[in-house]
Each structure stands twice: as structure tokens, then as C-alpha cells.
């Protein structure tokens, strides 16, 4: 009896430990918020919140494409559950995946996004490859953000491209907002809507539609702005 009671006593101590591990499955927080400290980033990891996500969100999850009402095909690309149970992700299987072969289709009229918007960068499809190579995990890190960069070209072009561009680029941009180029993301950070909507400041429409950036990202784009906007 003594030796069951301690081996419940033992489970339980463990279990209750494991519960602060910071290796233990991270649940999703709030769109945003990445002040929690926590899995410092790994270059040779790909990390579904950081990088897939946005991806998904900004290239394909979207009115009449793959948000939850559209559901072309079936497929939903808004979250991670909806993601693994829609997309056909094998884990560790990239060339078995479906999403993975959707985005690197030989034929450009079934390769997704599809015409006339443009083709996932290798870059992005890159991150994908590697992240279903991984194991398709509900992963994130937490310092990959450093507020004192804010230079155009290594983080505000990164930013927009992977959170925005999927909608505002192309023949006929969401909002007839364009942000594809410096000239015209200059533009919308000069009238004050690319601040105004990344930080969802009353009066303008909040973006990234349907979510938030970190709010390291969004200083970044503060600070960039407020030292004018430079192509650096
Ligand atoms: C899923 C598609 C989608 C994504 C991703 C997206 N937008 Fe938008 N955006 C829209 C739509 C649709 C509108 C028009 C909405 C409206 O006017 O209510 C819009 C409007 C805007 C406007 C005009 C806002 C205003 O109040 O006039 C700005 C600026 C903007 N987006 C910037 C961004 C930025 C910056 C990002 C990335 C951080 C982003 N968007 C990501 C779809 C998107």
C-alpha cells in the first residue's frame, strides 16, 4: 500500500510539474500577444504561428478562398485545428501533403494561390516544406522580435509580405490598398492608415484582417514610420 501511495505521489508531483515546462505544447494566445516569455527561436525550426500562419492567413484564408464561410473545396486555412483536419497534412510528409503539393503544383492553373495571384515565394514555401517536415507542430517561439530593428528592407517588407500582401497586391487589392512595393507602402504609412489599422486604432478598418500583429511588430512599424518612412 505504502509504495502505491508513493508512486500516485510521484505521478502527481510529475504531472503537476510538467504543467510549467515550458516545453509543454504552447497554447495559442491571443492574436498579438508574444510579451510571453518563453521558447527562444530556432533558425533551424520552422514554427506554425510565427511563419506558416500568417502565410495562410494573408495568401489563401480569405472570402472566396479558404476562410470558414468559403470553404472552397473544403479546405479552411484559419487555424491550426482547421488547418490539420481540411489541408491533408501527412506529419513529416511534405510531398504527401496535400497543401504542400497545392503550392508547389508543376501546372500554374491548379498551383494555389491561384491566377492571377501571385505564387507563394520559394521563401514561403520553404517555411511550409520544412514545417510539415517537422511534423506539422502547433509550435511558436517567442524572441525572434527585437524592436530596436525597423529597418525596410530586414523587417517592415518581411512583415507586410508575410501578413498583408496576399490581399493588397494584384489587379484588384483588398480596400484598393496596395501594398506590394516600397513606393506604396510609403504612401499608406504617410496617410496614417498602415499604423491606424495595424494597431486598430478607432476609425480605421483593423488589420491584418481578422487578426493582430505582435506588438513588437507593430513598434517596429511605429518606429520605422516615425523616422519617415525610409527605403533602408
Ligand atoms: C485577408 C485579407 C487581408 C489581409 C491579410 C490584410 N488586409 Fe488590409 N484590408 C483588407 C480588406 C478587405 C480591406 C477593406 C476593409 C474595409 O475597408 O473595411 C482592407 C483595408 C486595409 C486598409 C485601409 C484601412 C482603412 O481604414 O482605410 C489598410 C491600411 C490595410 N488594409 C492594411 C493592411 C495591413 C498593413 C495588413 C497586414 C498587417 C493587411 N491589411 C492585411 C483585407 C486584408
Not at 143 to 167: H, V, Y
Not at 189 to 197: F, P, T
Not at 223 to 230: A, L
Amino acid at each position: 500500500m505504502g509504495s502505491v501511495s508513493l508512486m500516485l505521489l510521484v505521478l502527481i508531483v510529475f504531472f503537476a510539474a510538467c504543467k510549467h515546462e515550458p516545453e509543454a505544447l504552447p497554447q495559442p494566445e491571443e492574436p498579438g500577444d508574444t510579451t510571453a516569455q518563453g521558447i527562444p527561436c530556432n533558425p533551424d525550426t520552422a514554427y506554425f504561428e510565427n511563419q506558416v500562419l500568417p502565410i495562410l492567413t494573408s495568401s489563401c484564408a480569405f472570402s472566396g478562398c479558404h476562410d470558414a464561410a468559403s470553404a472552397n473545396d473544403g479546405v479552411i486555412l484559419e487555424n491550426y485545428q482547421s488547418i490539420m483536419q481540411t489541408a491533408g497534412i501527412r506529419p513529416g510528409n511534405p510531398g504527401g501533403s496535400d497543401l504542400y503539393e497545392a503550392i508547389t503544383d508543376d501546372d500554374p492553373e491548379d498551383r494555389m494561390p491561384p491566377l492571377p495571384m501571385q505564387s507563394l515565394s520559394p521563401q514561403q514555401i520553404e517555411i511550409i516544406r520544412k514545417w510539415i517536415a517537422q511534423g506539422a507542430k502547433n509550435n511558436r517561439c517567442d524572441s525572434d522580435c527585437d524592436t530596436s530593428q525597423f529597418t525596410f528592407a530586414a523587417t517592415i517588407q518581411p512583415i507586410i509580405n508575410n501578413n498583408c500582401k496576399g490581399c493588397h497586391s494584384g489587379a484588384a487589392p483588398a480596400g484598393n490598398v496596395l501594398l506590394d512595393n516600397y513606393d506604396n507602402i510609403r504612401n499608406v504609412a504617410v496617410s496614417g492608415k498602415l499604423y491606424g489599422s495595424v494597431a486598430h486604432l478607432p476609425d480605421y478598418a483593423p488589420m491584418p484582417q481578422g487578426g493582430k500583429l505582435s506588438d513588437c511588430n507593430i513598434t517596429q512599424i511605429k518606429k520605422w514610420i516615425e523616422n519617415g518612412s525610409q527605403n533602408n
